[in-house]
């Protein structure tokens, strides 16, 4: 066990892999591929997860792949409802929980079954509902202003998504969603 980190340090080491990969937030704001945005959206959730019981465990190389037996030491591996129903146990909030399920539910269906090809509205609504209760409650998910904004090669905005649009993709929205849960668990 690394017992020189602190909680937070581990976290933000485990949960920088995937998160500040801009390419992975490319894929989770895919507009028009919802297989590839749902995809991308379980993996940093898997991420996120990974990070969460690391930090709490205080033991930032739990799921390091690259640990070697001979030092005694064995890679950790569950799969992502064991990780997410450990993840309530060590003190993820209700809400995250029941956000990361259905996720994990939507990323099943499309798993199997190719052809599927959007995400309901009505699953849209119901996360929302989870990030606007979830604490703190002061932190208040507004429709109207949150966004998304995708860049071009020279970095420049190619598009401008504003979650209320009625020309927002569903896609875009749960990458939106997503990336506002984090916010708000990273907050507390």
């Known amino acids: 066990m690394n017992q020189e980190s602190e909680p937070l340090e581990i976290f933000f080491q485990n949960f920088n892999k995937i998160h500040s990969n801009?390419?992975?937030?490319?894929?989770?704001?895919n507009d028009n591929q919802a297989?590839?945005?749902?995809?991308?959206?379980?993996?940093?959730?898997?991420?996120?997860?990974?990070a969460y019981i690391c930090s709490r465990?205080?033991?930032?190389?739990?799921?390091?792949?690259?640990?070697?037996?001979?030092?005694?030491?064995?890679t950790f591996r569950l799969q992502f409802n064991q990780k997410l129903k450990f993840s309530l146990?060590?003190?993820?909030?209700?809400?995250?929980?029941e956000f990361f399920e259905k996720l994990n539910s939507l990323r099943n269906k499309f798993a199997h079954n190719l052809n599927t090809g959007s995400i309901d509205q009505s699953?849209?609504?119901?996360?929302?509902?989870?990030?606007?209760?979830m604490e703190p409650t002061?932190?208040?998910f507004d429709v109207e202003k949150e966004a998304v904004q995708i860049f071009d090669e020279n970095e420049n905005i190619a598009k401008c998504y504003i979650f209320n649009n009625i020309n927002t993709p569903n896609t875009i929205r749960l990458a939106i969603l997503y990336?506002?849960?984090?916010?708000?668990?990273?907050k507390k």
Request: include cysteine.
């Open 22 to 29: 801009y390419k992975f937030w490319l894929n989770a704001s």
């Open 138 to 140: 002061t932190i208040v």
């Open 123 to 133: 699953l849209i609504d119901s996360l929302t509902g989870l990030v606007n209760r």
């Open 89 to 97: 146990r060590l003190g993820l909030p209700m809400e995250a929980y």
């Open 57 to 74: 465990l205080n033991i930032s190389d739990l799921f390091d792949e690259n640990i070697s037996k001979k030092n005694g030491k064995e």
């Open 35 to 50: 297989l590839v945005n749902v995809l991308t959206l379980h993996l940093m959730c898997e991420n996120f997860l990974e």
């Open 179 to 186: 990336s506002f849960l984090i916010r708000k668990l990273i």
